[in-house]
C-alpha cells in the first residue's frame, strides 16, 4: 500500500450510491484548516444519487459511472482516478462492490465506512440484524478494503448503545451522525499517522 505521510495534502475520492451524508461530512471536515487532504471527485453509480447535490454545492468535480457493463465502469473509474490524481478512494455507502481486480490495479489506498462493529454484520440491514440477535450495542468501522467483502484491516470504530424499544430508524440514525464524527477522525489517523 502506498503510504500518505508526508504528502502535503492528499486528493481523495468519494464513492456514493445515495444520500451521501457521510460525503458531505468529508468535505465540511476538509474545509478545515488544518486537514490534510481535499475532496477532489465524486464517483456515483446513480445519476439520482441524492448526495450528488453537495458536489453541486462545494463545487467538486462529479463522475457518473455507467455500471451496465462492470468490465467497463471499472476501466472508467481508473482512468478518472488516474485524470484527477487520486491518492485515496473512500467509499461512503457505494451499492458496487469493486472487482479484485480494480482493487489491484489501483495504485492508491481505499477505505470504506460500514454500520456495524466489524467483524459482526458485513453485508446489509446491518442494524436490523443487531436488532433481531438483542445485541446491546451496534456502531460503525472504517476500514480498509480488501478483496473480502468488510473484511480489511480495521482503522478505527465507535460503539453505539442499543437502547430499549429502539427501531432500526432510531438506531440507524443515531450510528450515522457517529460514523459522520468516525470517517474523518479515520483519515487523521491514517493521514497524520497518529
Ligand atoms: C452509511 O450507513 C454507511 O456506513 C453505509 O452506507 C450508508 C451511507 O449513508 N456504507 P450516506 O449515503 O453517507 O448518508
Known amino acids: 500500500m502506498p503510504k500518505l505521510t508526508g504528502i502535503k495534502k492528499i486528493n481523495i475520492a468519494v464513492f ?4 451521501g451524508s457521510n460525503f458531505k461530512s468529508l468535505i465540511i471536515n476538509s474545509l478545515k484548516k ?3 487532504y481535499e475532496v477532489k471527485l465524486v464517483i456515483s453509480n446513480k445519476t439520482s444519487a441524492k448526495g450528488l447535490k453537495y458536489a453541486r454545492k462545494f463545487k467538486i468535480k462529479k463522475k457518473i459511472i ?4 462492470k468490465k467497463d465502469a471499472e476501466k472508467t473509474i481508473l ?5 484527477n490524481k487520486i ?13 479484485n481486480n480494480l482493487i489491484k490495479k489501483l495504485k492508491c489506498q481505499i477505505v470504506n465506512i460500514h454500520p456495524s462493529l466489524l467483524p459482526k454484520y458485513k ?8 436488532l433481531n440477535n438483542k445485541e446491546k450495542y451496534s456502531g460503525c468501522t472504517v476500514h480498509y478494503v480488501s478483496s473480502k467483502l468488510d473484511s480489511g484491516k480495521i482503522i478505527l470504530q465507535k460503539k453505539v448503545k442499543i437502547l430499549k424499544n429502539d427501531t432500526c430508524d432510531r438506531l440507524t440514525k443515531r450510528v450515522l451522525r457517529q460514523e459522520h464524527l468516525l470517517y474523518p477522525r479515520a483519515l487523521n489517523k491514517i493521514l497524520f499517522n497518529l
Do not use: P
Not at 79 to 83: C, G, M, T, Y
Open 79 to 83: 482512468v478518472e482516478l488516474k485524470k
Open 123 to 130: 453485508g446489509l440491514n446491518t442494524h436490523q440484524r443487531a
Open 87 to 99: 491518492d485515496l478512494v473512500c467509499l461512503a455507502g457505494f451499492m458496487k462492490i469493486l472487482s
Open 34 to 36: 488544518k486537514s490534510k
Open 16 to 19: 456514493i450510491s445515495g444520500n
Open 66 to 69: 455507467n455500471y451496465l457493463n
